[in-house]
């Protein structure tokens, strides 16, 4: 870790942090107010029988949850450009970054949370289970770091990427189901595909490390490029749903 990388980090720090900020404010001021049921649908009888009672429980604003894993990731940058940065650096160092894992487990489950909602899913026991195993993925990558050395056993790694595929098979029945293509707009498949590839993107960058693979020997290659992906990533999720339904011109809203 030389002065050179370790400035050049916290510049990077410092310009994703104001990114994220900027982009959560600009959502909060330019965003309607469109926001999807989170609900359950009880028993009303014997098991088995067909009286249901659905209780919506409240209605999560889809600018709100955009704008928090905006805020989660500009607050994790500025922590680790500021008050922790010395930590971080000398995590870095040891080839870890658990900061990174604690901001992810988060924002992430909150872009799951998103995704799902967007596609019909309002169960509040779906939407805990998906943010919770996605919460679960992050940590098989947090065990990763914290156990393993790069170009040893690969275990927590595909252990994460088990419990990664959940959501997304999960999230897919509603695309790709019976009657599905019916319902689902355009935009929501190019949501769901664009933000599938990104979030094995972050899968990739592990695995090159891991392998020691070309730049990725260096963990600050894979450090820098966690870091842009991270911002496009949020950043792609949070403009396609303005853009679909956030905007104060998105018809029906």
Known sequence: MTTPTTQRLRRTNVMAAALHAVSAVTILILANSFALPVSADFMAGAPGSTARQLVTFFSIPMAGLVAAFFLLSALAHAVVAG???????????????????VEYSLSSSLMIV?????????DVAALLALAGVNAAMIGFGWLQEHYEQPGGSLLPFWLGCGAGVVPWLAIGIYLVGPGAHVHAPGFVYGIYVSLFVFFNC?????????????????????ESTYLVLSLVAKSL??????ASTLAASTPGH
């Open 114 to 122: 998103a995704i799902a909602q967007l596609t019909g899913i309002r």
């Open 202 to 222: 972050f899968a990739l960058v592990q695995y090159l490390q891991y392998r020691q693979i070309g730049r990725f020997r260096n963990y600050v290659v894979g």
């Open 83 to 101: 008050p922790l940065r010395s930590r971080y650096e000398a995590n870095l160092a040891r080839q870890r970054n658990p900061y990174r894992w």
């Open 237 to 242: 999720l949070a403009w396609q749903i303005f």
